[in-house]
């Protein structure tokens, strides 16, 4: 694990929190994290490989596409985002992000994962 400090100057940005509560309900390519939180492509590339330097993420290719997830070996994390997505509803943004996901599920309108 990287240096505690450098964990919480990852997680301190408010559209790498978005990114991590998203990826903690699904994986992710980036087309869709830019698509529900609204940001662009080179925007959200940064804050992956910010998060990813800090090992809150990893990713995967498949084919030409990247899909990202949290890493869940990673206990620290996984249980600050467990106590964050158990109080989404204090925090409108994410909650806001997560009505967006749902909605994408339910109309169909994410990437397909091969074998997923």
């Known amino acids: 694990m990287v240096d505690l400090a450098e964990f919480l100057k990852a997680l301190s940005d408010e559209t790498r929190l978005r990114i991590m509560a998203l990826l ?5 390519c980036v087309c ?4 529900v939180i609204g940001e662009s492509q080179p925007k ?3 804050h992956l490989a910010k998060l990813r330097d800090a090992d809150l ?3 995967e290719r498949q084919s030409q596409w990247v899909f990202y997830y949290l ?3 990673n206990k620290t994390a996984s249980e600050i985002m467990n106590t964050i997505i158990r109080n989404i509803n204090e ?9 967006k996901l ?3 599920v339910k109309q169909c309108k994410l ?3 091969e074998g997923k």
């Open 71 to 73: 890493n869940l070996e």
């Open 24 to 28: 903690y309900q699904k994986e992710m």
């Open 102 to 104: 749902n909605e994408k």
């Open 91 to 99: 925090h409108s943004i994410l909650n806001e992000d997560m009505q």
């Open 32 to 35: 869709e994290i830019c698509d």
């Open 111 to 113: 990437c397909k994962r």
């Open 57 to 59: 993420v990893r990713d």
């Open 44 to 46: 959200v590339s940064r």
